[in-house]
C-alpha cells in the first residue's frame, strides 16, 4: 500500500521507491514539509468551516487525512529516524517504519520499539507533533498469530461519541516485536542442512571427520559470546509448541573447546524456555570469549527455535517463542474530532 497522490499532488513517494521497494532517506525532508503542509491546510479549512457545512466536508477531510497519515506512519521512520534512541521528544515527527541495518526504510513495517514508546508518549509524539492538537485518535496492531498480544495506544473513543464520525484505515504491516533480540532463528520451514551449505564451517562436529559427524538430519549454527556480554544479557532458548510435543527433536550445545559427544549432552525438547545463563557463566569462567554451536536435531517440518539475548533491564511481557519473530500484523489508525 502506498501514499495516494492527492488533488494538489502532495506528497506521492513512489518515485522514491527503488526496485526493492525501499524509500530512501534522504529524499524524506521535502516531502515531509508537503506533509505537513497538507495537515496544516486541511485543519484550517476545518476551522474557518461553519458548523452546517462542517461534518460533510469535515469527514471527507479527515479521511484523505486519516488514509495519508496512516501510509506514511508505516512507510517513514520519523524525523529524525532513529528517534526511538531518545529520551525527550520534543520536535520529533514520529513515523514507525522500521530503517534496517543499512538504514534503508522498510516500508509497509511497523518498528515494535517505536509504537511502544507511544504507550506513555501519545500526547506529545501523536497528538502534539503530528496532529497538532486538532485531532483525536488511536493507533493499533492486531498480530495475525494468536499467541502474540495486539498492542494499542493513544486515545479511546469515548462511549458517547457516534462511531460514524470515526474514520479507520486498516493496512496489513509486518511488525518486528523482540526479533532484534534473536542471536539465532531457526525454522526447519527455511533452514535445512541441504539449504546450510558448507557444514564444514557451521558444525564443529564436522571438522575432525569423527563418526559423530553431523549430517542431513541436523542444523547447526555458530555464534559468539563475550564474558562482558553475560553482564547485560540473560540467555534463554526457546522452542515452539509444535516441537515441546515431538518427542524425536533434540538439541547439543557446546563450543570449540569442548565438543559434546557424550550421550548426556543430547537434551531432548521438553519445554519452550531454557535458561542458558549457567552454561555460558561456567563455560566462559576461563576465556573473555567462545565460539559456540548449537546443534539441533529434528524431523519435524514445524520446528522452530530462537536463540535470544534479553538485556537485564529490559522488561519483557512473555518468553513465547512468537514474540522473539516478525510478525504480520493489521495496523490499524482511528480518528475523530
Ligand atoms: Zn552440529
Known amino acids: 500500500m502506498r501514499i495516494k497522490r492527492n488533488s494538489k499532488g502532495i506528497l506521492d513517494p513512489r518515485g522514491l521507491l527503488d ?9 524524506y525532508l521535502l516531502g515531509f514539509f508537503l506533509f505537513i503542509l497538507a495537515i496544516g491546510m486541511i485543519i484550517n479549512i476545518t476551522d474557518s468551516t461553519n458548523d452546517r457545512v462542517l461534518n460533510a466536508l469535515e469527514k471527507e477531510n479527515l479521511e484523505k487525512l486519516t488514509y495519508e497519515i496512516a501510509d506514511y506512519l508505516i512507510t517513514d521512520p520519523g524525523t529524525p529516524s532513529d528517534w526511538e534512541k531518545f529520551t525527550f521528544f520534543n520536535g520529533v515527527l514520529p513515523g514507525l517504519a522500521i530503517n534496517n541495518k543499512n ?18 508518549n501519545y500526547d506529545l509524539l501523536i497528538n502534539k507533533n503530528l496532529f497538532n492538537e486538532k485531532i483525536k485518535s488511536s493507533i493499533a496492531i492486531y498480530p495475525f498469530n494468536s499467541n502474540v498480544k ?21 493496512r496489513t504491516v ?29 558444525c564443529n562436529h564436522n571438522i ?42 533434540y538439541w547439543v ?18 519445554r519452550g524456555v531454557v535458561d542458558l545463563n549457567s552454561y555460558f557463566a561456567k563455560e566462559l569462567e576461563e576465556d573473555s570469549s567462545l565460539i559456540f554451536y548449537l546443534h539441533l536435531n529434528t524431523k519435524n517440518s ?21 514474540y522473539f519473530k ?6 490499524v489508525l482511528k480518528t475523530w474530532y
Open 326 to 331: 516478525v510478525q504480520d500484523c493489521y495496523f
Open 174 to 202: 509486518k511488525c518486528d516485536y523482540l526479533s532484534n533480540l534473536a542471536i539465532l532463528s531457526v525454522s526447519s520451514r527455511y533452514d535445512t542442512a541441504k539449504n546450510i551449505g558448507d557444514k564444514g564451517k557451521l
Open 253 to 270: 550445545l557446546d563450543n570449540t573447546k569442548k565438543i559434546a559427544i557424550d550421550s548426556n549432552d543430547i537434551n531432548p525438547i521438553s
Open 19 to 27: 526496485s526493492r521497494g525501499i524509500l530512501f532517506s534522504s529524499d
Open 208 to 249: 575432525i571427520g569423527k563418526k559423530e559427524e553431523h549430517g542431513e538430519d541436523w542444523i547447526c549454527r555458530e555464534f559468539k559470546i563475550k564474558k562482558t556480554d553475560l553482564e547485560d544479557n540473560n540467555y534463554y532458548l526457546l522452542f515452539n509448541d509444535e516441537t515441546i510435543k515431538d518427542m524425536n527433536s
Open 150 to 170: 495486539a498492542i494499542e495506544v493513544g486515545e479511546i473513543a469515548s462511549g458517547s461519541s457516534d462511531t460514524s464520525n470515526i474514520i479507520v484505515s486498516n
Open 103 to 120: 538504514n534503508e526504510t522498510l516500508i509497509n513495517t511497523v518498528s515494535y520499539n517505536k509504537l511502544k514508546l507511544l504507550e506513555e
Open 302 to 322: 514445524g520446528f522452530e527455535s530462537v536463540l535470544v539475548a534479553i538485556p537485564k533491564d529490559m522488561k519483557i511481557d512473555s518468553l513465547n517463542i512468537d
